[in-house]
């Protein structure tokens, strides 16, 4: 798991380096129907933002991670940290600029 880790880590440096941009997004588990209404607007909302852009996604129980190609990359993810926090994300953030 280690090596996979830190074979991600390269990519996104690789991929930062040709103008891609990295989020995280936090959501938490789903325990609830509110955590399930932020999970489903976050990706409903997310999708939306990313119709049309170059991009790949993984998920885990707690969080969302996306990846935004150029050329316009900057401005998607600032869009959808902005809608991590509209629908109540515990933490939001970019992690290679």
């Known amino acids: 798991m280690r ?3 830190e074979e ?3 990519l ?3 991929q930062s380096a040709h103008g891609w941009r990295h989020m995280t997004v936090v959501l938490g588990d789903i325990e609830s129907a509110e955590d399930e209404a932020r999970w489903l607007a ?5 999708r939306q933002l990313l119709d049309g852009h170059r991009h790949w996604w993984r ?7 996306v ?3 150029p050329p ?3 401005a998607v993810v600032i869009a959808l940290g902005e809608l991590g926090q509209a629908v109540g ?3 939001v953030r970019e992690r290679i600029a």
């Open 3 to 5: 090596i996979l880790g």
């Open 8 to 10: 991600l880590l390269v």
């Open 12 to 14: 996104e440096a690789e």
């Open 42 to 46: 976050f990706e409903h909302g997310a």
């Open 59 to 65: 998920s885990g129980h707690e969080w969302v991670s």
């Open 67 to 69: 990846a935004v190609g």
């Open 72 to 74: 316009d990359a900057q």
């Open 89 to 91: 994300a515990f933490e």
